[in-house]
């Protein structure tokens, strides 16, 4: 699973620098380098955002803006959920929470590939 970012989308993203376990009612649990869709701004303090399909309310401190390069009309840009390491020559070797830009799909005899440039 990745996170897909669209071409044109106003939304805005931030990206968890802390652990938030909550234990509150409406208030959204994430964990470190987790991307999240911020929903609206609930106070100086406060935001409300959505993660897969949780929605709730943490605090800014836990995060820090995302800055998401600009992409073309069309054009597919994606963040790692989860570490990638491989020996293998030609591999995109990447971190949780690193976007890369969509290139071209490769179909595999089992698998459906994708490759990507590290934004």
Known sequence: MIYH???G???????????FPSTEVGDL???VDDIIQVVYDVDDNWLC???NSSV????????TPLDLPEIGQGQKLFAAIMDFYS????DLCFRRGE??????V???????WHQVVLA
Do not use: W
């Open 49 to 51: 955002g959505k993660l």
């Open 9 to 19: 989308s106003m939304a805005r993203y931030v990206r968890a620098i802390f652990d």
């Open 5 to 7: 970012f669209i071409a």
């Open 99 to 104: 976007c890369c830009y969509y290139s071209l």
């Open 87 to 90: 020996d293998v020559t030609g």
């Open 56 to 63: 709730g309310n943490f605090p800014k401190n836990f995060v």
């Open 29 to 31: 649990s994430f964990h």
């Open 106 to 112: 490769i179909k595999g005899c089992c698998l459906l």
